[in-house]
């Protein structure tokens, strides 16, 4: 391992220790996430690919104080023959792009038509962010020989919580408990009227077996539910699953079970995914949540369902429109809880994120096979 491969950090406690042994500790740390985090590498390094030829210009989309102490590191990470850029807003960005090799950022802005547009030698795209819808349907699905790399999993684990606490507040109906708390209002005799609901022993329908919907199941199963899944083609089937079916199983499976829980990224073939139908096929006693993004779901349809206590619940933290406007049906609608979108915010200082950009900054510019590449033209 050479200097160049160390985050800005271990350059500092290797100078300031002097020991060999430090100088291995950032590998294995960088190990340890992509091991625990299910991090998938490219089968084929980029210099196998037609006309590879090393970067020498890599624009960081730097606007936000998240950046303020992670150019630096950036840098660091490649050779000095590569120019790692910060472009600090739109901007500067239209004319830092328009000799670079990669665009580093978060989303919407790492799929920004005009930002792409501008970039006629882009060869890499790294979204700090998990969904890139945005750029499946924009600019980057245009440019051919473009690769394209994401962060999905890195949120997973606290998607998944956020998941499973909607899941739990529903079945409890802390929802309802909740509001009539902001009004004083003791309410004990509503919970005959509310269907509460004990999960454990109950099947749990997750759609898309992927980064997040396997952090959801895994917490599932931890609660005693038996848990069913679909996924998009083959894959490893966790022990805690008890049937892993296909994306055209859903309606054979969503009348099975008492919670479903979204998943799926939002592609061509998920745009609308739940509609009417889907929801005529749920149990009147189910609950429905959505974790990955809002335009799966079939609004109105939705509302629909609720108000007609089809399905006995919902809790939402992706919703479409976004954000919702104040005058929408489904905020008055029954037995809905929403959150504005933050299922991914906890107290985790995200240095998993950094560091597997570090890492992918590191690989791109030896060459090298990348981690999390995805197919633009799928949208995941």
């Not at 210099?47 to 660091?76: C, D, F, H």
């Not at 006629?120 to 924009?138: D, N, P, T, Y």
């Not at 599932?220 to 998009?232: C, D, F, Y």
């Not at 950094?354 to 060459?367: D, P």
Request: glycine share 10%; net charge neutral; charged share 20%.
């Amino acid at each position: 391992m050479t200097l160049r491969t160390l985050t800005l950090s271990s350059l500092v406690l290797l100078a300031s220790s002097g020991t060999a042994a430090l100088a291995a500790q950032p590998r294995a740390e960088v190990d340890e996430v992509i091991a625990r985090l299910r991090i998938e590498e490219a089968p084929a390094p980029l210099s196998s690919r037609p006309g590879w030829q090393a970067p020498k210009k890599i624009v960081l989309l730097a606007w936000g104080p998240q950046w303020n102490t992670r150019v630096a590191e950036m840098q660091a990470a490649v050779p000095s023959s590569v120019r790692v850029v910060p472009a600090r807003d739109a901007q500067e960005a239209l004319r830092e792009v328009a000799d670079a090799d990669a665009i580093v950022g978060f989303n919407p802005e790492v799929c920004d038509g005009e930002i792409l547009g501008a970039a006629k030698q882009l060869r890499w795209l790294q979204s700090l962010s998990a969904g890139i819808e945005l750029c499946s349907a924009g600019a980057a699905a245009r440019k051919p020989n473009l690769v394209m790399s994401n962060m999905r999993g890195v949120d997973s684990a606290a998607i998944g919580e956020h998941a499973v606490a909607m899941m739990m507040a529903l079945a409890h109906g802390l929802d309802a408990f909740a509001i009539d708390t902001s009004k004083a209002t003791w309410s004990r005799g509503r919970a005959g009227q509310l269907g509460l609901q004990t999960l454990e022993g109950k099947t749990l329908l997750v759609v898309g077996l992927g980064g997040i919907g396997t952090e959801v199941a895994k917490r599932g199963a931890g609660l005693g539910m038996k848990v069913i899944a679909t996924r998009q083609g083959p894959g490893t089937d966790p022990s805690y699953v008890s049937h892993v079916g296909q994306p055209d199983e859903l309606l054979k499976l969503a009348p099975t079970a008492d919670v479903i829980i979204s998943c799926v990224p939002l592609t061509r073939e998920t745009t609308g995914l739940y509609d009417a139908k889907f929801f005529a096929a749920m149990k009147h006693t189910a609950f429905f949540l959505n974790g990955a993004r809002g335009g799966s779901v079939v609004t109105d349809a939705l509302v629909k369902a609720l108000n007609e206590r089809r399905i006995a619940g919902a809790g939402l933290d992706v919703v479409d429109p976004e954000p919702l406007p104040p005058e929408h049906p489904l905020w008055k609608a029954p037995r809905v809880l929403i959150s504005p979108h933050i299922s991914s915010s906890s107290d985790l200082p995200g240095n998993e994120r950094w560091m597997l950009l570090t890492e992918n900054l590191r690989r791109y510019a030896a060459g090298g096979k990348l981690l999390q590449v995805v197919d633009i033209q799928r949208g995941y």
